[in-house]
């Protein structure tokens, strides 16, 4: 056994409720969010020595730090059902998806293999901090958190993501070769999507604490050095135009389902004789381009519910499960006015203006102005305290997205079960 178990898990802290969006951060190599999104984010890579300093500290100290989740914690949660990972082995490359049981992945001193398990922020609340501190960039931009344990050797091969992501070294060392090719053509007849002709152009070592930015479509090939390399991959989401236009016009579609001016049939006592029957009248084309004017059809401000609907969606394999023993409207806001109330780790909160979406549904929709101010102060924070906002109403959708299990009270064992 290595020094690896002995050490002290690093826990990192919950970001606060304000990030000072113009201080310089160590996380940012010492430059500020502000500065990270002008220069870097979304346009060059940008490597990080001491990301997070507790580690080269506690290394000093002669107190390395170790990874807050444990190798064996990890293929704990890689062996759920509903968790989603993969088995990526190299020499010949083989992929497996999960869920894993402990037997089916090597030791972490076997050559050549890596494990890596999504969306960790639901299942760990290192992971769900270590998250908490990319807020200065929109939500319904963040994936989720990746972690991938490899042993020496272990990788996913050179590849390039349609993504931005945020990697970072927490346990073993990884050597990241990176490169701005514009070839990006895959070997054909692999199960993985690996590039053909990777040219590395610059070569790094990651420590522990270590972190390195890349914005999508950077060639990259990170190689496990030691017997349990973890990286965490802050990992951002990015939908075609297609897929956000297609989305947004069903749900307008779905929205117009009770408008009383649509129920009414199309008229036209001003249709004259016609020469040409075979065409479409030109007074319905005119109507309709009417109707499209008065109800906003044509303007982006009535589109974007749709769209912000879409994005609140959670991960397909999302599961919530309903409060046990659920609390009554009186007892719920009882318990409010001592305990915060938090969206549950695999709920998606999304504010377009005033009105917030939540896993798919608009919560604001003919509710009070209390409720909507929680709803608008839960969004923004991801925390809400005080039970002033609850009226004494089963229907308040604060209570009920309680009893969906979307919203969970905190500190609750519930939470990471
Ligand atoms: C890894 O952590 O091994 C893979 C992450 C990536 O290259 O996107
Ligand atoms: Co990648």
Request: aromatic fraction near 10%; proline fraction near 9%.
């Amino acid at each position: 056994m290595t020094a690896f178990y002995l050490s002290k898990p690093y826990e990192p802290p919950q970001a606060p409720e304000n990030l000072p969006l113009d201080l310089p951060w160590a996380l940012l190599g010492g430059i500020s969010p502000e500065k990270f999104m002008k220069k870097y984010w979304h346009k060059k890579p940008l490597l990080v020595r001491g990301a997070i300093p507790a580690f080269e500290l506690a290394k000093t100290v002669h107190e390395p730090l170790s990874s807050p989740i444990s190798p064996k914690e990890l293929f704990k949660i890689a062996s759920k059902d509903d968790v989603e990972s993969r088995l990526i082995k190299a020499h010949p490359w083989s992929f497996e998806e999960g869920p894993f049981s402990k037997k089916s992945i090597p030791s972490l001193e076997t050559a050549d293999w890596t494990l890596l398990v999504q969306g960790m922020e639901a299942w760990h609340p290192a992971a769900a901090n270590v998250l908490s501190w990319f807020r200065f960039i929109p939500d319904a931009r963040l994936d989720d958190l990746m972690i991938s344990i490899a042993g020496p050797g272990g990788g996913v091969g050179p590849h390039f993501d349609s993504y931005d992501v945020f990697l970072i070294q927490m346990s073993g060392r990884r050597r990241w070769k990176i490169s701005e090719q514009t070839d990006l053509s895959l070997s054909p007849d692999l199960p993985l999507k690996i590039l053909q002709n990777f040219q590395p152009e610059q070569e790094w070592d990651l420590e522990p604490g270590d972190m390195l930015y890349l914005p999508p479509h950077i060639a990259h090939d990170g190689i496990a050095l030691d017997a349990g390399c973890q990286t965490w991959s802050v990992g951002f989401r990015a939908q075609s135009y297609k897929e956000l236009i297609q989305e947004g016009l069903w749900r307008l579609a779905e929205s117009l389902e009770n408008v009383p001016e649509l129920e009414k049939r199309f008229a036209d006592p001003r249709q004259g004789a016609t020469t040409s029957p075979e065409q479409l009248p030109n007074e319905l084309s005119k109507q309709i381009a009417v109707l499209l004017r008065n109800l906003k059809l044509d303007q982006v401000e009535t589109f974007m519910p749709g769209v912000a609907e879409y994005l609140s969606e959670p991960k397909p394999q999302a599961i919530f499960t309903p409060p046990k023993d659920a609390l009554d409207i009186g007892q719920f806001k009882s318990l409010l006015s001592k305990q915060a109330l938090v969206p549950h780790p695999q709920t998606r909160l999304i504010a377009l203006g005033k009105t917030i979406f939540c896993n798919g549904e608009d919560m604001t929709l003919g509710q009070t102005p209390f409720n909507q101010k929680a709803w608008q102060s839960l969004a923004a924070k991801r925390l809400l305290k005080g039970s002033g906002f609850i009226a004494n109403n089963p229907e308040d959708s604060l209570f009920e997205a309680y009893l969906a299990g979307w919203l969970i009270f905190s500190p609750s064992t519930e939470r990471w079960l």
